[in-house]
């Protein structure tokens, strides 16, 4: 596992048919350690994850599951999703333990609606490090810059640009993206180049 930031650790599982690596968090804090959309892990990674003690994993859409039901077990963690995207994520197997509802605080995270690709879309705002926490709404490829995944597999792709021109509202300089690679710096110019492409 890399450290990414302060208290933050990532680790990355590579999407052969994307082209680049999916990514998970570990985020470490007093009122509990957070895992945000955990990949598949290594042995080793996966120790190094259960050894942290995840009080809560949070799945920022219905698409990043991915191995969540293995932490909740071997961690004891419960997993929350937001209840739009709850049935979608329970028809593939995921254990849902609570809801991860717009405008509640985890910890030190803001959850953020940016519905579009799917209706309980959300990000994680960490306000007093100028950090935003995405999964599908925008992806970091190519590396340094800000991107959207492909229409077809959005529900509403209008609607998803109106939440991602609302991510402009919020104060953060790093970006943190579940697929592709994140943005350390001046992330939210990045984000607003992408925006200034809409044309709807």
Request: proline letters at 7%; glycine letters at 8%; aromatic letters at 4%.
């Amino acid at each position: 596992m890399e450290t990414i930031a302060a208290d933050i650790r990532t680790w990355a599982w590579h999407s052969a048919p994307h082209g680049y690596n999916f990514n998970g968090l570990l985020i470490a804090h007093p009122e509990g350690n957070i895992c945000v959309d955990p990949v598949e892990a290594s042995a080793p990674e996966l120790e190094e994850i259960v050894r942290a003690r995840p009080r809560r994993v949070l799945l920022t859409n219905r698409n990043h599951v991915r191995d969540a039901n293995r932490i909740r077990e071997r961690a004891g963690a419960r997993v929350a999703i937001h209840p739009a995207d709850a049935p979608y994520a329970r028809s593939q197997g995921a254990v849902i333990d609570d809801e991860l509802r717009a405008g509640e605080r985890v910890g030190p995270l803001d959850v953020i609606p940016v519905p579009g690709k799917s209706p309980g879309e959300v990000a994680l705002h960490w306000r007093e490090r100028k950090i935003l926490i995405v999964g599908d709404a925008v992806i970091g490829n190519p590396p340094g810059r800000c991107a959207m995944l492909r229409e077809q597999v959005m529900d509403d792709p209008a609607r998803l640009r109106e939440s991602l021109r609302h991510l402009l509202e919020l104060d953060f300089d790093i970006l943190l993206v579940g697929d592709g690679v994140s943005i350390m710096r001046d992330a939210k110019e990045r984000l607003h180049e992408l925006v200034a492409t809409f044309t709807g």
